[in-house]
């Protein structure tokens, strides 16, 4: 059986959202901040604010059909909303409690802005000094099928995320498999798929792994060694969906690489710095308890001043490299010298997917808006206070498929529920898994819509959310039994 066509998919693509629209726009959480003092669910504003979320994300959705930049209706959409909220509340003669709260969102979107924008530029920088040649040249000469390269990037990226950022780790394994299986559009977009289901899963069992972890680990619900029991059931979560869609992989080699790549002076340096901002980020944030952008910021200053040497003692490096090359009569690698440029960090910040960027503002700033509006304290009310635990987290999950998972574990946290160990372990499990349902689920996801762009779609993440639904079952239902005496 072959995946539904792209007119089913679209149809399929209409049904899930109004379904989950119906289920979840009503109850979207604020971000960072509690609802104002104005209860705008049951009014005109509210719900025109709702409706007007509704047709941005129909839009984006329908990006294949358009070939319109996502990050256009999101853009609006939050303009529109926000101007409805301060509207209400100037009416009301309260315009500062509208403004406080405007500010307070966009702060969260500045600094989830200054972390992509620093992880763009680091594997803009490597893909720059040909680390991903590289490692094409060297995967392909070792022989490697297609359907190896998909589990080698899928364990990668599960593993990787464990210890750092989901989002950060997909984009690395992506652009490997733009340069292993360059051309291969339908190949390119099944691994992006796994790499988001397996980067999203593999942050789910480390308290390190994802931001929604470190929030649950540092609200003292969970303890540090506790998360650990989640490992089994996000294993499952990442293997169900892989073997299946390993059933419609052409095993076939990649198109063979006929030159030695070198790297480019300074490549394995960058390299080192990548990973050294990764782990000054994850500290900031675990042991200094300040947002990990910050980190990544230095991370930013240190490639600068990298990039500063590079430039300065370019002269020098390339008399000593012409040198060397004309004692060794290597013809080749003088003929390279002559095109040698400059490192500029600037124009690697240039390339940085800025529709991604723009569609994260868009996105962030919505929710924000009809947190605001008193939807958090509806979802509080109507999830925790009748519902079962288990049922509440499974349906939390569902949701942040639809909403990052960050404002949804804040929700919960706010929401403080007297839950078991092993419900707050579902919640980290459900809310971190939860997102890979859609491409827009997950940060990771939105990243990889950007790096791949036309190749990795909603559309085409969408027609694989039955075999990930069934990765998210199996993964609830091994939690509930593994860790059954935790609850």
């Known amino acids: 059986m072959k995946p539904p066509n792209v007119l089913a998919t679209r149809?399929?693509?209409?049904?899930?959202?109004?379904?989950?629209?119906?289920?979840?726009l009503l109850l979207f959480p604020s971000l960072s901040y509690a609802a104002g003092s104005l209860d705008l669910t049951l009014s005109?504003?509210?719900?025109?604010?709702?409706?007007?979320?509704?047709?941005?994300?129909?839009?984006?959705?329908?990006?294949?059909?358009?070939?319109?930049?996502?990050?256009?209706?999101?853009?609006?959409?939050?303009?529109?909303?926000?101007?409805?909220?301060?509207?209400?509340?100037?009416?009301?003669?309260?315009?500062?409690?509208?403004?406080?709260?405007?500010?307070?969102t966009l702060l969260e979107y500045t600094?989830?802005?200054?972390?992509?924008?620093?992880?763009?530029?680091?594997?803009?920088?490597?893909?720059?000094?040909?680390?991903?040649?590289?490692?094409?040249?060297?995967?392909?000469?070792?022989?490697?099928?297609?359907?190896?390269?998909?589990?080698?990037?899928g364990v990668m990226a599960f593993g990787i995320s464990a210890i750092a950022n989901n989002m950060t780790t997909a984009m690395l394994m992506c652009a490997v498999?733009?340069?292993?299986?360059?051309?291969?559009?339908?190949?390119?977009?099944?691994?992006?798929?796994?790499?988001?289901?397996?980067?999203?899963?593999?942050?789910?069992?480390?308290?390190?792994?994802?931001i929604t972890t470190l929030m649950v680990w540092q609200a003292g619900q969970v303890p540090f060694g506790g998360f650990f029991v989640l490992l089994i059931p996000a294993v499952v979560n990442f293997l169900v969906p892989a073997v299946i869609m390993n059933f419609f992989i052409v095993n076939r080699q990649p198109a063979a690489v006929q030159e030695n790549v070198w790297l480019k002076r300074g490549a394995r340096r960058i390299i080192a710095l990548f990973l050294l901002t990764v782990a000054i980020s994850v500290l900031c944030h675990s042991v200094l308890h300040l947002p990990p952008a910050m980190g990544m910021m230095f991370g930013l200053g240190l490639l600068q001043f990298f990039g500063y040497y590079l430039r300065r003692s370019l002269p020098r490096s390339i008399e000593r490299k012409?040198?060397?090359?004309?004692?060794?009569?290597?013809?080749?690698?003088?003929?390279?010298?002559?095109?040698?440029?400059?490192?500029?960090?600037?124009?690697?910040?240039?390339?940085?997917?800025?529709?991604?960027?723009?569609?994260?503002?868009?996105?962030?700033?919505?929710?924000?808006?009809?947190?605001?509006?008193?939807?958090?304290?509806?979802?509080s009310e109507t999830l925790y206070g009748s519902w079962n635990p288990v049922w509440a987290n499974v349906v939390l999950g569902?949701?942040?498929?639809?909403?990052?998972?960050?404002?949804?574990?804040?929700?919960?946290?706010?929401?403080?529920?007297?839950?078991s160990e092993g419900n707050w372990l579902l919640i980290t499990l459900t809310a971190g898994v939860g997102g890979s349902l859609l491409s827009?689920?997950?940060?990771?996801?939105?990243?990889?819509?950007?790096?791949a762009r036309g190749i990795y779609t909603f559309a085409v993440h969408l027609r694989w959310a039955p075999a990930i639904l069934l990765g998210y079952a199996a993964s609830i239902a091994a939690h509930l039994w593994i860790n059954s005496a935790l609850f």
């Open 11 to 24: 149809h399929y693509a209409s049904r899930v959202a109004w379904l989950l629209f119906a289920c979840c």
């Open 44 to 104: 005109i504003a509210g719900i025109s604010s709702v409706v007007i979320f509704v047709l941005a994300y129909a839009l984006v959705m329908s990006e294949e059909l358009l070939h319109m930049r996502k990050s256009k209706p999101v853009l609006v959409a939050a303009g529109l909303i926000w101007a409805i909220v301060a509207w209400v509340y100037v009416q009301a003669g309260m315009p500062e409690e509208a403004e406080t709260a405007f500010r307070e």
């Open 111 to 153: 600094e989830l802005l200054l972390f992509l924008l620093v992880a763009m530029t680091y594997i803009n920088a490597l893909e720059e000094r040909r680390v991903f040649d590289g490692l094409r040249s060297w995967l392909v000469r070792k022989g490697f099928s297609y359907r190896s390269l998909f589990w080698i990037t």
């Open 177 to 210: 498999v733009l340069k292993v299986a360059e051309g291969d559009n339908k190949f390119i977009s099944l691994c992006c798929v796994n790499v988001v289901v397996a980067s999203n899963a593999g942050g789910a069992f480390s308290p390190f792994g994802d």
């Open 322 to 379: 012409r040198e060397r090359y004309s004692r060794r009569g290597d013809w080749k690698k003088l003929e390279q010298l002559g095109s040698v440029v400059p490192f500029d960090i600037f124009s690697r910040i240039a390339r940085s997917e800025w529709d991604t960027l723009l569609f994260f503002y868009g996105v962030v700033m919505c929710v924000g808006g009809l947190g605001f509006m008193g939807y958090l304290s509806l979802l």
């Open 398 to 419: 569902l949701i942040s498929a639809v909403v990052d998972n960050i404002p949804v574990m804040f929700a919960v946290l706010s929401m403080a529920p007297d839950m």
């Open 440 to 451: 827009m689920g997950s940060a990771a996801g939105v990243a990889l819509m950007g790096q």
